[in-house]
């Protein structure tokens, strides 16, 4: 096994991962600055005002991109199993 497959496993790992979070995350994010803008205005600090919507956001998120997100990390674990002969050497 070189340095260089190493590295390049490595590489689509952390593409996949930086991907799987992202998709999770950003929505999540994205509530939550809207839901600072609302307490800004409007001027009420409570913190478990924007736990809840962000809570929701990414619940609904895995619900609709989970089969999505599950498929390409199946499919990234498949293609390394299947590829352990030609790694080992």
Same mark, same amino acid.
């Given at each position: +096994?070189? /340095?260089?497959?190493?590295?390049?496993? #490595?590489?689509?790992?952390?593409?996949?991962?930086? %991907?799987?979070? @992202?998709? !999770? %995350? =950003?929505? #999540?994010? #994205?509530? @939550? =600055? $809207?839901?600072?803008? *609302?307490?800004?205005?409007?001027?009420?600090?409570?913190? &478990? =005002?924007? *736990?809840? /919507?962000?809570?929701?956001?990414? *619940? !609904? &998120?895995?619900?609709?991109?989970? #089969?999505?997100? $599950?498929? $390409?990390?199946? &499919? *990234?674990?498949?293609?390394?199993?299947?590829?352990? /002969? +030609? !790694? !080992?050497?």
């Amino acid at each position: +096994m070189s /340095p260089e497959m190493v590295m390049t496993i #490595a590489n689509q790992a952390l593409e996949l991962v930086l %991907l799987l979070t @992202g998709v !999770i %995350l =950003l929505p #999540a994010l #994205a509530v @939550g =600055l $809207l839901v600072s803008m *609302f307490q800004a205005a409007t001027q009420l600090n409570e913190q &478990t =005002l924007s *736990f809840i /919507p962000k809570l929701a956001a990414t *619940f !609904i &998120t895995l619900m609709i991109a989970g #089969a999505w997100l $599950l498929q $390409l990390l199946m &499919t *990234f674990t498949k293609r390394l199993i299947t590829d352990i /002969p +030609m !790694i !080992i050497g």
